[in-house]
């Protein structure tokens, strides 16, 4: 019986980066389409040839294990797997009580998917600026006893 995967801990993916934010709305689709087995996934996405995009077991277990795909196709194969297998439409609004234009479940992936990948995949928050290294041998002290300024 094939095991199902759990979310990765913050530790492995950390909290409040656009990575896990993205690993989270996967993990909501995965979730909604009842744990699938990898191989089903790939197999749903194997008979489906109108997809773009396709993705093989291991690159399913990489996107759920916290990596980022580079192509939205293959994002978009998947998540369109879980939908197929969930009650889940991706054409539905998230939000179907705002106020605003509508934003459909695919939406939510996508702009997901967008704002992982351009995150730093090794920023876990706000890094200190390196202090620039002064390599100009004449800007560095005196390390003898004469002055370079005239006696008077």
Same mark, same amino acid.
């Given at each position: 019986?094939?095991?199902?995967?759990?979310?990765?801990?913050?530790d492995v993916v950390p909290?409040?980066?656009?990575?896990?934010?993205?690993?989270?709305?996967?993990?909501?689709?995965?979730?909604?389409?009842?744990?699938?087995?990898?191989?089903?996934?790939?197999?749903?996405?194997?008979?489906?040839? !109108?997809?773009?995009?396709? =993705?093989?077991?291991?690159?399913? %277990? &990489?996107?759920? #294990?916290?990596?980022? $795909?580079?192509?939205?196709?293959?994002?978009?194969?998947?998540?369109?797997?879980?939908?197929?297998?969930?009650?889940?439409?991706?054409?539905?609004?998230?939000?179907?009580?705002?106020?605003?234009?509508?934003?459909?479940?695919?939406?939510?992936?996508?702009?997901?998917?967008?704002?992982?990948? !351009?995150?730093?995949?090794? =920023?876990?928050?706000?890094?200190? %600026? &390196?202090?620039? #290294?002064?390599?100009? $041998?004449?800007?560095?002290?005196?390390?003898?006893?004469?002055?370079?300024?005239?006696?008077?």
């Amino acid at each position: 019986m094939p095991r199902i995967i759990r979310m990765p801990r913050p530790d492995v993916v950390p909290a409040g980066t656009k990575r896990r934010e993205f690993l989270e709305e996967m993990f909501l689709l995965y979730r909604a389409s009842g744990s699938p087995a990898l191989r089903e996934i790939e197999e749903w996405i194997r008979a489906n040839d !109108e997809l773009k995009g396709s =993705a093989s077991t291991e690159t399913i %277990r &990489r996107i759920l #294990r916290g990596h980022v $795909p580079p192509r939205w196709h293959t994002v978009e194969a998947i998540a369109l797997a879980f939908y197929a297998m969930s009650n889940m439409k991706p054409d539905a609004e998230r939000y179907p009580d705002s106020m605003g234009d509508p934003f459909t479940n695919m939406d939510a992936t996508r702009r997901a998917w967008a704002e992982a990948i !351009e995150e730093d995949p090794d =920023a876990t928050g706000p890094q200190p %600026r &390196r202090q620039a #290294r002064n390599e100009d $041998p004449w800007a560095q002290p005196a390390t003898s006893g004469f002055d370079d300024e005239p006696p008077f």
